[in-house]
């Protein structure tokens, strides 16, 4: 007995217990990393805030449908459609004035190389009017072949001065007409900017602080990180977050989705510029759509489905952040608009280059309702 009891005692010794704690089993996770997942990565938050900014650098197959110009997404493929529109309506304009200055100028010479060529004849008619003592009508006839064409040429040659001094005087006026309404969407732009930053700054205070007073670290840091890093707050709104916030307002669409054709409650300063531009171009002769713009909440971001994957694996339940460039801003492709822009037929009075088809609108962009944008985004 005492040779078997040795024996069994070594076999326990080298092959460990049947039955082995539980603290000790391989299928427990370590209470280290538990409590470690619930804590959001700075560096992963930067890398979503930064997809956001290259989206709305260079997206140039999105749009933001709320506004009446429906511009991409991108700031770089917007610019480069838009192609300068003040410089490029300052240009139509001189080549409209050039080309009728010289159509003019052609007329007047034409009248003039005609009454020239005419003239021998009627000098001999004038001269045979004489000789049968019919004064009046010899000094009628070379008055006809003389003073005549040039008053006509002269007549011609200033109205086409007086027609283009005109335009310019017109445009002038027009673009000084708009320039109160540009200034005031500056101030607002910028009033409304810096108070959502202020706001997103205070929410991320009170979440972290309400958090911690329930003795919550884990909340508390992704308050904070979520906030100033992140995309969205850790709430999964936009406005909870200054990095987001931020870019909403400079080159992103702005926050508070008025709908089409209104654009957003507070404008970024980008579209700001956009529209800006977009209506001093109008002012001196182009078409462009440039409906009221006011400066709110962009609903998500174009952060990929990583925040969906993230917050069902903290939470155990499926995510309510829109996910994907699409979901971002309710983004619409170009082509789901008709092309959104379409070259247009040149008007009489205008050389407009560009412009948007009268009934293209964009119905369902970062609407109130749309599929996995927050209530409070609206």
């Known amino acids: 007995m005492a040779g078997a009891a040795a024996i069994c005692a070594a076999a326990v010794l080298i092959t460990g217990p049947a039955h082995p704690p539980a603290s000790a089993r391989p299928d427990r996770p370590a209470t280290l990393p538990v409590a470690l997942a619930g804590i959001d990565s700075p560096l992963a938050e930067l890398l979503l805030s930064i997809k956001v900014v290259n989206n709305d650098l260079f997206n140039g197959t999105d749009i933001f449908g709320d506004y009446a110009w429906q511009p991409f997404q991108g700031v770089v493929p917007q610019f480069i459609y838009t192609a300068l529109p003040i410089v490029s ?9 050039l080309g009728e200055s010289a159509d003019a100028l052609i007329g007047a010479g034409y009248i003039l190389s005609e009454a020239g060529w005419n003239l021998p004849g009627a000098i001999i008619t004038a001269t045979r009017q004489v000789l049968a003592g019919q004064f009046a009508d010899a000094v009628t006839t070379l008055t006809n072949a003389t003073v005549v064409p040039i008053r006509t040429a002269g007549t ?10 005109g335009g310019v005087a017109t445009n002038i006026a027009n673009t000084l007409r708009v320039v109160p309404g540009i200034l005031s969407g500056l101030l607002e732009t910028a009033s409304g900017s810096a108070a959502a930053v ?6 991320i205070v009170k979440i972290a602080v309400a958090a911690l007073s329930h003795g919550d670290f884990n909340a508390a840091w992704n308050a904070v990180v979520d906030g100033l890093l992140g995309p969205l707050g850790s709430d999964g ?8 916030t931020s870019v909403a307002v400079t080159i992103g669409p702005g926050l508070g989705p008025q709908g089409y054709p209104v654009g957003y409650r507070v404008p970024s300063f ?4 956009e529209k800006s531009q977009l209506t001093i171009a109008d002012a001196i ?7 009221a713009v006011m400066p709110v909440t962009r609903s998500a971001s174009a952060i990929s489905a990583t925040l969906a994957d993230r917050e069902g694996a903290e939470s155990g339940v499926a995510s309510t952040r829109p996910t994907g460039v699409g979901a971002r801003e309710g983004g619409h492709r170009r082509d789901d608009v008709g092309r959104g822009r379409q070259d247009s037929v040149r008007v009489a009075d205008s050389q407009k280059p560009r412009n948007l088809q009268a009934g293209n609108q964009d119905p369902v962009h970062a609407r109130p ?3 996995g944008m927050h209530p409070e985004q609206h």
């Open 237 to 244: 709104l936009l406005t909870s977050s200054v990095a987001g």
């Open 198 to 203: 202020v706001a997103a700054a205070g929410t």
């Open 156 to 165: 011609i040659a200033l109205d086409a001065g007086r027609a283009v001094l």
């Open 285 to 291: 002769g182009a078409h462009y759509p440039t409906a």
């Open 89 to 97: 309506q300052l240009g139509y304009n001189g080549a409209r004035y």
């Open 270 to 273: 980008r579209m700001w510029t």
């Open 369 to 371: 309702g749309a599929p």
